[in-house]
């Protein structure tokens, strides 16, 4: 069985001064029996790491136990691999933005798939500064200030019944890279 690439999406870490941890740190954290080539990404709370174990389920609970041992506090985790990644950078709805766009492009990464009913539960906080749309197990939000939005991930989880995280699009894309 081959190995394969997961990316950690960490949940409130390192947020306007709350649950701060150094990214040496967690990538520590992360140095468990069947993980390997362990690399953090700003800190916002990105880990890549391979393993060989494929049930992301049994990986996440492992993963946030760990995290609730070494921190003394829940961090909420949403794995993907690699290839869910490149997905998402497939699954873009807003690729064909106008010429001088200033909005920018997030993607909440969600840990399931809302079902289809709640797709539509965010559009109301749709308006002319932003526009959002449901792809599988991501949120696309573009948006000119993620900051001044409406859409917080307490509303995100509420509405949609998961648990959420937010990434701008650089960030996302450079996941593949590393």
């Known amino acids: 069985m081959h190995s394969m690439r997961y990316v950690a999406f960490l949940r409130g870490i390192n947020v306007s001064g709350q649950k701060l941890i150094k990214m040496e740190a967690l990538k520590l954290h992360f140095e ?31 993963i946030e136990k760990q995290l609730s041992l070494k921190l003394g506090y829940e961090v909420p985790t949403i794995l993907r691999t690699l290839d869910e990644i490149k997905t998402t950078i497939t699954n873009n709805p807003f690729t064909l933005l106008k010429e001088g766009e200033t ?39 573009l948006t000119t200030g993620i900051g001044n939005s409406k859409l917080t991930l307490n509303l995100i989880e509420k509405k949609l019944g998961v648990a959420a995280t937010t990434r701008n699009w650089a960030t996302v894309n450079k996941v593949m890279e590393l």
């Open 32 to 62: 468990m029996p069947g993980f390997k080539n362990i690399v953090t990404y700003i800190q916002s709370g990105n880990v890549l790491f391979d393993t060989k174990e494929q049930d992301s389920e049994k990986l996440r609970r492992k």
């Open 103 to 141: 909005r920018k492009l997030y993607v909440t990464f969600l840990s399931d798939a809302p079902p289809v009913t709640l797709h539509g539960a965010l559009d109301t906080y749709k308006n002319e500064t932003e526009e959002l749309k449901v792809v599988e197990r991501e949120l696309f939000i």
